[in-house]
């Protein structure tokens, strides 16, 4: 991850940001590169190796910490809390694939059906970004609030009968669930999935879909066979974008559940800022980042698109 | 029958309404509770209409404070990553380095790394170094993770410009500094104004890495999640409700200058 290895040494200062960019000028990408690169390599990639290096220390808050190789800490960690672990890639799957069924038609309402009223449509999906998202989410409390509106056209459906026994939800409560913590994080990171989903389905050239009807496919099988394939990149770029984020979400999880839906987040919160277990939180902040990666390396290959930046 | 048809041939219109009504409610509900008066210190239950909390906004203790606090950090902080972002972009676009595989992988992979492990991992660094936690550690934070945002949103507009534009300016004589700030910087501005409002409204809205990083400083994220715990005095919901008016506004004000400007070009 360090790089900057074959770069020229040189004076951190005179960042030449209003040289003209030359064509000629060897050097000038290193400069122009250097500043914000450094910025990342000492306040990103170093704090990963410091972060290694704390989660196989032991010692105490008192007398200091040493580094003893004490890989115990992982397999802890791991026993411990992989309750945890496997409830947040479940509620982050669960939200993801939510977000991109909720998402997609919305998504295509904005590239394909909605004429004049496409540039609305699209400020008001990135418009509750500016309210704060804590705010919005203390929003839900009330929305989902016991005996409230919401819940009780649920019960006399009797929707949540259905989710009681799938175990999502604990009689006629909805807040302080699974359900909550889902529908929260849902909600959360929709946008994320809508604007890229939004992107590349706007590129599609419309006469394509014109020329699968011509074809006599049948509106459903263009869709199928044409349309959801290309927008395939928006697809993957979506997903990452919404699990990603929500597999380390702690703010959903802490407002809207229980102690019965704490998701490693909340365990590295808690470890980290009040049992200032500092070992076990790095050991389990590095599993989350290592599960992640791993995943969306996977993820990436399979689905074949390695330009995501 | 008909109405079957009907519904068949605009379920994809209904399905994406009924997703943006999802989207829009809790700003719906933000926004009712700010005229609420509500009984008990939490703002969760309709009581009695009341513009009590929009005649005094800085009627709780310490919010203003902590609103004018990230105001400050998300200014500094756009700033900050804006100039380190847009020179990373112009480097990427335009010119051929060694290295380039892994600085692209440097700037994706905080964009690829969920906030609580960037967060968790920053602060190691911090308590290693002993830095005092503050501002100045929530700035750092903060311009650490809007860079990556601000590269990608600057590169995608670079990448479009046609560089013949600045050839042609350098065959009419401009020296390289005037090619640049009177031919490029204008070409690109409108990339660079995308990264450096994605920056701000990053940083503004941060909780996760300043819950961490923050010490005992408190922005208005830390205080609204602070009151949650606390007691959630109406004044939140107006702070929230007049964000999303005001940033609603800006946006339609600039679609509206942006629509006269390509009308004046056409």
Redesign the interface.
Same mark, same amino acid.
């Given at each position: +991850?360090t790089?900057?290895?074959?770069a020229p040494p040189a004076a951190p200062e005179s *960042?030449p %940001?209003?040289?003209?960019?030359?064509?000629r000028g060897r050097l000038?990408?290193?400069w122009?590169?250097l500043?914000?690169?450094l910025?990342?390599?000492v306040?990103? $990639?170093?704090? +990963?190796v410091? !972060?290694a290096s704390?989660s196989v220390q032991t010692g105490s808050l008192e007398e200091g910490y040493q580094v003893t190789w004490h890989f115990a800490t992982y397999w802890d960690a791991l026993t411990d809390y992989w309750p945890q672990f496997l409830r947040s890639i479940a509620y982050a799957g669960t939200a993801t694939i939510l977000c991109l069924l909720?998402?997609y038609?919305? @998504?295509?309402?904005?590239a394909f059906?909605a004429g004049r009223w496409r540039?609305l449509?699209l400020?008001?999906?990135?418009?509750?970004?500016?309210? #704060?998202?804590? =705010?919005?989410?203390?929003?839900? %409390?009330?929305?989902l609030?016991d005996g409230g509106p919401v819940v009780g056209a649920l019960n006399s459906l009797h929707v949540l009968d259905v989710t009681s026994w799938l175990g999502v939800t604990a009689g006629d409560r909805v807040l302080a669930t699974p359900l909550a913590v889902v529908c929260g994080l849902t909600?959360n990171f929709?946008?994320f999935m809508?604007l890229p989903l939004y992107t590349s389905l706007e590129r599609i050239d419309g006469r394509l879909h014109e020329a699968s009807g011509d074809l006599y496919a049948r509106p459903f099988t263009t869709f199928r066979r044409v349309t959801f394939p290309l927008s395939m990149p928006g697809v993957v770029s979506g997903t990452?974008l919404t699990f990603?984020?929500a #597999?380390?979400?702690?703010?959903n999880a802490d407002?809207l559940g229980s102690t019965d839906t704490r998701m490693v987040?909340n365990v590295? !919160?808690t470890q980290?800022?009040r049992i200032l277990d500092?070992p076990t *939180?790095?050991a389990l902040?590095f599993i989350?980042?290592a599960g992640?990666?791993a995943i969306?390396t996977l993820y990436i290959r399979k689905s074949g698109t390695e330009d995501?930046? | 029958m008909a109405l079957v048809r009907w519904f068949k041939r605009h379920l994809?219109?209904i399905?994406?309404?009924?997703? &943006?009504g999802?989207?829009?409610?809790?700003?719906i509900?933000?926004t009712v509770?700010s005229f609420n008066n509500p009984k008990g210190r939490f703002n969760?239950?309709w009581q009695e209409f009341s513009t009590e909390a929009w005649t005094d906004p800085c009627g709780v203790a310490d919010m203003c404070g902590s609103l004018s606090l990230s105001l400050r950090i998300a200014a500094w902080a756009t700033v900050g990553a804006t100039?380190?972002?847009?020179?990373?972009a112009?480097?990427l676009v335009?010119?051929?380095?060694? *290295?380039r595989g *892994?600085?692209? #992988?440097?700037?994706?992979?905080?964009?690829?790394?969920?906030? /609580?492990? +960037?967060a @968790? #991992?920053?602060?190691?660094?911090f308590?290693?170094l002993g830095a005092q936690l503050g501002f100045w550690t929530i700035l750092? $934070?903060h311009? +650490?993770f809007c &860079?990556?945002f601000v590269?990608?949103a600057v590169?995608a507009r670079v990448m479009s410009m046609d560089p013949r534009l600045?050839q042609a300016a350098q065959d009419l004589y401009a020296g390289?500094?005037q090619?640049?700030?009177r031919v490029?910087l204008p070409i690109a501005a409108p990339g660079i104004a995308a990264g450096a409002l994605l920056a701000f409204?990053l940083s503004?809205?941060d909780?996760?890495i300043t819950?961490?990083n923050a010490g005992s400083t408190v922005t208005?994220?830390m205080f609204?999640?602070g009151s949650?715990q606390r007691g959630?005095p109406v004044q =939140?919901?107006v702070?929230?409700?007049a964000?999303?008016i005001?940033?609603?506004l800006f /946006?339609?004000a600039g679609?509206v200058i942006g629509n006269r400007r390509n009308r004046q070009k056409a």
């Open positions: +991850m790089t900057l290895t074959d *960042a %940001k209003e040289r003209p960019p030359r064509r000038t990408p290193y122009l590169l500043p914000g690169l910025w990342l390599v306040f990103f $990639a170093l704090p +990963m410091y !972060q704390t909720l998402g038609p919305l @998504a295509y309402l904005i059906r540039n449509i400020i008001l999906v990135i418009a509750p970004f500016f309210t #704060s998202f804590l =705010i919005r989410t203390l929003a839900w %409390k009330t929305i609030a909600y929709l946008p809508i990452l990603i984020p #597999s380390g979400d702690y703010v407002l987040g590295i !919160q980290f800022l500092y *939180a790095a902040s989350l980042m992640i990666l969306v995501l930046v | 994809v219109v399905a994406g309404l009924l997703t &943006l999802y989207l829009l409610l809790p700003n509900v933000v509770f969760y239950e100039v380190l972002g847009t020179m990373i112009f480097a335009r010119y051929r380095f060694r *290295a *892994a600085v692209n #992988s440097l700037i994706f992979l905080p964009m690829a790394m969920p906030e /609580v492990v +960037m @968790a #991992s920053l602060l190691t660094l308590l290693n750092i $934070a311009i +650490m &860079l990556s590269v990608t590169k600045e390289p500094v090619t640049f700030l490029t409204a503004f809205d909780f996760i819950n961490f208005f994220p609204v999640w949650a959630t =939140i919901n702070i929230g409700t964000m999303f005001v940033a609603v /946006v339609l679609m």
